[in-house]
């Protein structure tokens, strides 16, 4: 069966420093893979997606950029954090076709101090 | 653009009472699929129910079901005999289906199950 694994689960980082979230999936191959933030009491805003290695599209522009160096890795990176980047931070996957639902990580939650 | 609406910040209801979430959509496209998502205050999504729009009947799963009218563009979940551990928010997401699956989702309801 496929998983997901999203790290560090909870992040406090001070203002200006980098950041680094990663995320894997195990089970399958040529995943689609996402990475969504929530802020506060507030829905999901999808920040990039990936359609394979090395393939990023962003939706928002931000302070923030991501990679996929392998096919079932996808990071999500910042140099310099910004207070406004703190928020709840979800990696999912779907696969590459057809008509499955997104499978959530289960989360990082990030605090820029 | 799809865009989902969600119009039910919060919403509470008597545990063992049926209670409905909206959800509305607006799209131009002619294939896609809708979900509802559950998040608990562990913050983990989990799916709870799917609909494709191609077919007419109501998805239904335990005590959820789902009030699918595609013309309407509306796509409301029922929850019944509310339980406790029904406490979460609840996340309708769209999915068009195209050269890439590119999801959606609404701002969310809160749903509190009083006991």
């Known amino acids: 069966s496929q998983t997901i694994h999203q790290w560090p689960a909870t992040l406090v980082q001070p203002v200006g420093s980098p950041l680094s979230l990663e995320c894997t999936v195990e089970g399958t191959s040529n995943p689609n893979l996402y990475w969504y933030r929530q802020a506060a009491g507030r829905g999901l805003q999808l920040l990039f997606y990936s359609v394979g290695i090395g393939q990023i599209s962003s939706e928002v522009p931000q302070n923030l950029s991501a990679s996929r160096p392998q096919d079932r890795q996808f990071i999500l990176s910042s140099k310099k954090l910004l207070l406004s980047d703190s928020g709840f931070y979800l990696c999912?996957?779907?696969?590459?076709?057809?008509?499955?639902?997104?499978?959530f990580g289960n989360g990082t939650r990030l605090t820029v101090t | 653009a799809q865009t989902v609406t969600q119009s039910q910040p919060e919403m509470s209801v008597q545990e063992a009472e049926t209670v409905t979430l909206s959800c509305t959509y607006d799209t131009s496209e002619n294939n896609y699929y809708l979900f509802w998502y559950k998040q608990p205050p562990s913050r983990q999504m989990i799916l709870v129910i799917r609909q494709e729009a191609y077919k007419q009947q109501n998805a239904t799963e335990n005590r959820f079901s789902v009030n699918f009218q595609k013309a309407a563009k509306s796509f409301s979940l029922k929850i019944s005999d509310s339980q406790l551990g029904d406490t979460a928010m609840y996340f309708c997401?769209?999915?068009?289906?195209?050269?890439?699956?590119?999801?959606?989702f609404g701002s969310g309801t809160k749903l509190n199950v009083k006991p």
């Open positions: 997401a769209f999915m068009r289906v195209y050269n890439f699956n590119k999801f959606y």
């Open positions: 999912a996957w779907s696969p590459l076709r057809g008509s499955s639902p997104l499978h």
